[in-house]
């Protein structure tokens, strides 16, 4: 399974940006598809996920009133909607995906097997 993953860029703090993370197949049973983030000298962190055969989400605490997850389950893909960004928002945000997921691993990056290889978002003042 290859994730592809889109949509980061520049953005002015207070603006709004959508991530796209498409996989190139969806067979591998109940998939959550979820993304984490890792700013420069950080480690990465677990921002939302989503469980495609429910639509069940989560987020983190820092994000949960800014972001919002969702997901196109013919086109295999999962969308942040990210809105009110600030300069703590910069980062390389990851899509990662994996199957049958307990929700208690969600937010755990070492439960996720298939990785996108990140997209940029930059928020400046």
């Known amino acids: 399974v290859q994730l592809q993953a889109s949509g980061g860029g520049p953005v002015q703090a207070g603006g709004s940006l959508r991530l796209s993370c498409a996989a190139s197949e969806g067979t591998f049973g109940r998939i959550v598809m979820a993304w984490f983030r890792q700013a420069p000298g950080k480690e990465r962190e677990f921002v939302a996920a989503?469980?495609?055969?429910?639509?069940?989400?989560a987020y983190a605490d820092s994000v949960e009133d800014r972001f919002t997850i969702s997901k196109d389950t013919a086109k295999i893909t999962a969308y942040l909607q990210m809105t009110s960004l600030d300069l703590e928002d910069t980062a390389v945000y990851y899509c990662?995906?994996?199957?049958?997921?307990?929700?208690?691993?969600?937010?755990?990056?070492?439960?996720?097997?298939?990785w996108g290889r990140g997209t940029l978002v930059t928020v400046s003042s």
């Open positions: 989503i469980n495609f055969s429910g639509g069940t989400t």
């Open positions: 990662a995906a994996e199957s049958t997921l307990i929700r208690s691993s969600w937010s755990m990056s070492s439960a996720y097997d298939y």
